[in-house]
């Protein structure tokens, strides 16, 4: 039997450094299409959202996926069916903070294109994903 043990990205890792600039990128970006940032990196209850923001009278819960290229595919391809369960976990447990009000939520996933040398590229998924029936809000 292996044991798997798990690294904490450091500021250092070239990968940890993409993924913030991505952050920090599409939270420009959002805000320029009239959303409002609400938190950044919530992390509780073993779930996780990079942007809780609010467009309108929405609730809006933000996966962001950065790459340097398309070579391995569409930013979006890599939310998978656990890391939506990750996003809904704490999506979950941010409405527990909020006592479960009665509110409109979607889950969103911001695609950041960061070719060398040229401009950040975005693409905003809306409703990306829904809430499984199998889980009760």
């Known amino acids: 039997m292996t044991r798997r043990t798990f690294r904490t990205p450091t500021p250092t890792d070239p990968r940890h450094r993409l993924g913030r600039q991505g952050e920090e990128l599409a939270a420009r970006h959002?805000?320029?299409c009239g959303y409002k940032i609400l938190y950044r990196r919530f992390r509780e209850t073993g779930g996780e959202i990079d942007l809780v923001c609010r467009q309108a009278d929405t609730l809006v819960f933000v996966e962001v996926k950065t790459r340097a290229s398309l070579a391995h595919g569409r930013p979006a391809e890599a939310?998978?069916?656990a890391k939506e369960r990750l996003i809904i976990r704490g999506a979950l447990a941010w409405l527990r903070l909020l006592d479960r009000p009665e509110i409109i939520f979607r889950f969103d996933i911001v695609e950041?294109?960061?070719?060398p040398g040229g401009q950040p590229e975005f693409a905003v998924i809306q409703n990306a994903f829904t809430l499984p029936q199998s889980y009760i809000y």
């Not at 950041?112 to 070719?115: C, E, I, R, T």
């Open 30 to 32: 959002l805000r320029r």
């Open 112 to 115: 950041v294109l960061l070719a």
């Open 79 to 81: 939310v998978d069916a």
